[in-house]
T-cell receptor, first 113, second 115 residues
Framework: NAGVTQTPKFRVLKTGQSMTLLCAQDMNHEYMYWYRQDPGMGLRLIHYSVGEGTTAKGEVPDGYNVSRLKKQNFLLGLESAAPSQTSVYFC????????????FGQGTRLTVV | AQSVTQPDIHITVSEGASLELRCNYSYGATPYLFWYVQSPGQGLQLLLKYFSGDTLVQGIKGFEAEFKRSQSSFNLRKPSVHWSDAAEYFCAVGALIGGSYIPTFGRGTSLIVHP
Protein backbone atom coordinates (compact mmCIF):
# COMPACT_ATOMS: atom_id res chain seq x y z
CA ASN A 1 0.00 0.00 0.00
CA ALA A 2 1.88 3.06 -1.27
CA GLY A 3 -0.33 5.77 0.29
CA VAL A 4 0.74 9.19 -1.04
CA THR A 5 3.65 9.24 -3.47
CA GLN A 6 5.43 12.39 -4.62
CA THR A 7 7.67 12.66 -7.67
CA PRO A 8 10.45 13.79 -7.78
CA LYS A 9 12.03 13.78 -4.31
CA PHE A 10 14.69 16.36 -5.13
CA ARG A 11 15.09 18.94 -7.89
CA VAL A 12 17.29 21.91 -8.67
CA LEU A 13 15.91 24.50 -11.08
CA LYS A 14 17.34 27.62 -12.62
CA THR A 15 15.38 30.84 -12.25
CA GLY A 16 12.75 31.02 -14.97
CA GLN A 17 12.55 27.30 -15.64
CA SER A 18 9.30 25.43 -15.28
CA MET A 19 8.48 22.09 -13.70
CA THR A 20 5.63 19.92 -12.50
CA LEU A 21 5.45 18.04 -9.23
CA LEU A 22 3.32 14.93 -9.29
CA CYS A 23 1.31 13.59 -6.38
CA ALA A 24 -0.46 10.24 -6.54
CA GLN A 25 -2.63 8.60 -3.87
CA ASP A 26 -4.11 5.13 -3.87
CA MET A 27 -6.58 5.53 -0.98
CA ASN A 28 -9.50 6.84 -3.06
CA HIS A 29 -9.42 10.12 -1.14
CA GLU A 30 -11.62 12.95 -2.34
CA TYR A 31 -9.48 15.80 -0.99
CA MET A 32 -5.91 16.56 -1.99
CA TYR A 33 -3.61 19.38 -0.92
CA TRP A 34 -0.29 20.98 -1.73
CA TYR A 35 1.66 22.64 1.08
CA ARG A 36 5.06 24.26 1.23
CA GLN A 37 7.25 24.08 4.31
CA ASP A 38 9.74 26.78 5.12
CA PRO A 39 11.82 27.19 8.30
CA GLY A 40 9.81 28.89 11.02
CA MET A 41 6.71 29.12 8.83
CA GLY A 42 5.20 25.69 9.33
CA LEU A 43 3.12 24.30 6.47
CA ARG A 44 1.30 26.77 4.29
CA LEU A 45 -1.45 25.72 1.94
CA ILE A 46 -0.77 26.48 -1.72
CA HIS A 47 -3.75 24.94 -3.49
CA TYR A 48 -6.24 22.22 -2.73
CA SER A 49 -8.86 20.10 -4.45
CA VAL A 50 -12.09 18.69 -3.09
CA GLY A 51 -12.72 16.42 -6.04
CA GLU A 52 -11.74 15.43 -9.55
CA GLY A 53 -11.76 18.41 -11.87
CA THR A 54 -11.93 21.00 -9.06
CA THR A 55 -9.17 23.12 -7.57
CA ALA A 56 -9.02 26.12 -5.25
CA LYS A 57 -6.46 28.58 -3.97
CA GLY A 58 -4.98 28.34 -0.54
CA GLU A 59 -2.94 30.77 1.52
CA VAL A 60 0.04 31.18 -0.85
CA PRO A 61 -1.07 30.39 -4.42
CA ASP A 62 0.91 32.98 -6.39
CA GLY A 63 3.38 31.51 -8.87
CA TYR A 64 1.78 28.06 -8.81
CA ASN A 65 -0.88 26.28 -10.81
CA VAL A 66 -2.54 22.93 -10.19
CA SER A 67 -4.64 20.38 -11.97
CA ARG A 68 -6.65 17.35 -10.90
CA LEU A 69 -7.73 15.55 -14.02
CA LYS A 70 -7.89 12.19 -12.25
CA LYS A 71 -9.08 11.55 -8.70
CA GLN A 72 -5.82 9.90 -7.70
CA ASN A 73 -3.45 12.56 -9.06
CA PHE A 74 -2.81 16.17 -8.11
CA LEU A 75 -0.20 18.11 -10.08
CA LEU A 76 1.57 21.27 -8.93
CA GLY A 77 3.16 23.42 -11.62
CA LEU A 78 5.70 26.20 -11.47
CA GLU A 79 5.61 28.11 -14.75
CA SER A 80 8.61 30.36 -14.11
CA ALA A 81 10.53 29.37 -10.99
CA ALA A 82 11.88 32.02 -8.63
CA PRO A 83 14.39 31.68 -5.77
CA SER A 84 11.52 32.45 -3.35
CA GLN A 85 10.00 29.14 -4.35
CA THR A 86 12.91 27.23 -2.86
CA SER A 87 11.15 25.07 -0.31
CA VAL A 88 10.04 21.60 0.66
CA TYR A 89 6.71 20.74 -0.93
CA PHE A 90 4.29 18.27 0.61
CA CYS A 91 1.27 16.70 -0.93
CA UNK A 92 -1.47 15.28 1.27
CA UNK A 93 -4.85 13.67 0.83
CA UNK A 94 -7.88 12.87 2.98
CA UNK A 95 -11.46 11.69 2.93
CA UNK A 96 -14.06 14.44 2.91
CA UNK A 97 -15.46 13.60 6.36
CA UNK A 98 -14.76 16.35 8.87
CA UNK A 99 -12.91 14.31 11.46
CA UNK A 100 -10.51 12.44 9.21
CA UNK A 101 -6.84 13.16 9.10
CA UNK A 102 -4.62 13.99 6.16
CA UNK A 103 -2.03 11.52 4.87
CA PHE A 104 1.23 13.00 3.67
CA GLY A 105 3.80 12.18 1.04
CA GLN A 106 7.52 12.20 1.76
CA GLY A 107 8.05 15.65 0.31
CA THR A 108 9.92 17.21 -2.61
CA ARG A 109 12.91 19.38 -1.86
CA LEU A 110 13.12 22.07 -4.55
CA THR A 111 15.98 24.50 -4.91
CA VAL A 112 15.77 27.39 -7.36
CA VAL A 113 19.11 29.00 -8.16
CA ALA B 1 -10.41 33.10 10.61
CA GLN B 2 -9.40 29.81 12.11
CA SER B 3 -5.79 29.58 13.20
CA VAL B 4 -3.37 27.63 15.33
CA THR B 5 -0.58 29.02 17.48
CA GLN B 6 2.33 27.01 18.77
CA PRO B 7 4.14 29.44 21.07
CA ASP B 8 7.32 27.41 21.48
CA ILE B 9 9.67 27.19 18.50
CA HIS B 10 12.09 24.85 20.29
CA ILE B 11 11.74 22.66 23.36
CA THR B 12 14.69 20.84 24.95
CA VAL B 13 14.16 17.99 27.40
CA SER B 14 16.26 15.26 28.89
CA GLU B 15 15.55 11.66 28.01
CA GLY B 16 13.10 10.24 30.53
CA ALA B 17 11.64 13.62 31.44
CA SER B 18 8.04 14.56 30.86
CA LEU B 19 6.98 16.67 27.90
CA GLU B 20 4.25 19.16 27.17
CA LEU B 21 3.94 20.97 23.83
CA ARG B 22 1.50 23.84 23.69
CA CYS B 23 -1.12 24.54 21.06
CA ASN B 24 -3.76 27.25 21.08
CA TYR B 25 -6.46 27.55 18.46
CA SER B 26 -8.84 30.21 17.29
CA TYR B 27 -12.15 28.84 16.10
CA GLY B 28 -15.79 29.74 16.58
CA ALA B 29 -17.35 26.30 16.83
CA THR B 30 -16.14 22.93 18.10
CA PRO B 31 -12.79 22.47 16.42
CA TYR B 32 -11.33 19.42 14.77
CA LEU B 33 -7.81 19.23 16.19
CA PHE B 34 -4.80 17.15 15.26
CA TRP B 35 -1.20 16.61 16.29
CA TYR B 36 1.31 15.42 13.70
CA VAL B 37 4.97 14.49 14.02
CA GLN B 38 7.64 14.95 11.36
CA SER B 39 10.92 13.08 11.65
CA PRO B 40 13.89 14.55 9.76
CA GLY B 41 13.52 14.19 6.00
CA GLN B 42 10.09 12.60 6.32
CA GLY B 43 6.49 13.54 5.78
CA LEU B 44 4.01 14.14 8.58
CA GLN B 45 2.48 11.32 10.56
CA LEU B 46 -0.67 11.62 12.65
CA LEU B 47 -0.15 11.23 16.41
CA LEU B 48 -3.73 11.80 17.56
CA LYS B 49 -6.90 13.73 16.85
CA TYR B 50 -9.90 15.20 18.63
CA PHE B 51 -13.32 15.98 17.22
CA SER B 52 -15.80 15.16 20.02
CA GLY B 53 -16.29 13.15 23.20
CA ASP B 54 -13.60 12.65 25.81
CA THR B 55 -11.37 15.68 26.09
CA LEU B 56 -8.31 13.52 26.83
CA VAL B 57 -7.28 11.62 23.73
CA GLN B 58 -4.65 8.94 23.44
CA GLY B 59 -2.39 8.61 20.45
CA ILE B 60 0.44 6.53 19.14
CA LYS B 61 3.92 6.30 20.65
CA GLY B 62 2.62 7.02 24.17
CA PHE B 63 1.40 10.55 23.43
CA GLU B 64 -1.81 12.09 24.71
CA ALA B 65 -3.46 15.48 24.36
CA GLU B 66 -6.12 17.31 26.31
CA PHE B 67 -8.73 19.56 24.75
CA LYS B 68 -9.62 22.51 26.97
CA ARG B 69 -12.35 24.65 25.47
CA SER B 70 -12.11 27.32 28.18
CA GLN B 71 -8.45 27.88 27.34
CA SER B 72 -8.72 27.22 23.58
CA SER B 73 -5.87 24.78 23.97
CA PHE B 74 -4.94 21.30 22.81
CA ASN B 75 -1.60 20.55 24.48
CA LEU B 76 0.38 17.43 23.69
CA ARG B 77 1.95 15.44 26.53
CA LYS B 78 4.16 12.45 27.11
CA PRO B 79 5.17 11.23 30.56
CA SER B 80 8.64 10.00 29.62
CA VAL B 81 10.46 11.13 26.49
CA HIS B 82 12.67 8.80 24.45
CA TRP B 83 15.56 9.93 22.28
CA SER B 84 13.61 8.78 19.23
CA ASP B 85 10.93 11.40 19.98
CA ALA B 86 13.25 14.15 18.72
CA ALA B 87 11.31 15.60 15.78
CA GLU B 88 9.15 18.48 14.64
CA TYR B 89 5.62 18.54 16.03
CA PHE B 90 2.71 20.27 14.37
CA CYS B 91 -0.69 21.12 15.75
CA ALA B 92 -3.47 21.52 13.19
CA VAL B 93 -7.11 22.52 13.07
CA GLY B 94 -9.70 21.65 10.44
CA ALA B 95 -10.40 25.15 9.18
CA LEU B 96 -13.50 25.95 7.14
CA ILE B 97 -12.21 27.21 3.79
CA GLY B 98 -14.53 27.65 0.84
CA GLY B 99 -17.11 25.37 2.43
CA SER B 100 -14.65 22.55 3.12
CA TYR B 101 -12.63 21.66 6.20
CA ILE B 102 -8.97 22.00 5.29
CA PRO B 103 -6.09 21.18 7.67
CA THR B 104 -4.44 24.40 8.83
CA PHE B 105 -1.14 24.04 10.63
CA GLY B 106 0.75 25.87 13.31
CA ARG B 107 4.38 26.80 12.77
CA GLY B 108 5.65 23.73 14.57
CA THR B 109 7.72 23.01 17.67
CA SER B 110 11.10 21.38 17.34
CA LEU B 111 11.78 18.87 20.13
CA ILE B 112 15.38 18.28 21.14
CA VAL B 113 16.12 15.37 23.45
CA HIS B 114 19.31 15.29 25.50
CA PRO B 115 20.69 11.93 26.65
Amino acid sequence: NAGVTQTPKFRVLKTGQSMTLLCAQDMNHEYMYWYRQDPGMGLRLIHYSVGEGTTAKGEVPDGYNVSRLKKQNFLLGLESAAPSQTSVYFCASSYRQLHTEAFFGQGTRLTVV
Amino acid sequence: AQSVTQPDIHITVSEGASLELRCNYSYGATPYLFWYVQSPGQGLQLLLKYFSGDTLVQGIKGFEAEFKRSQSSFNLRKPSVHWSDAAEYFCAVGALIGGSYIPTFGRGTSLIVHP
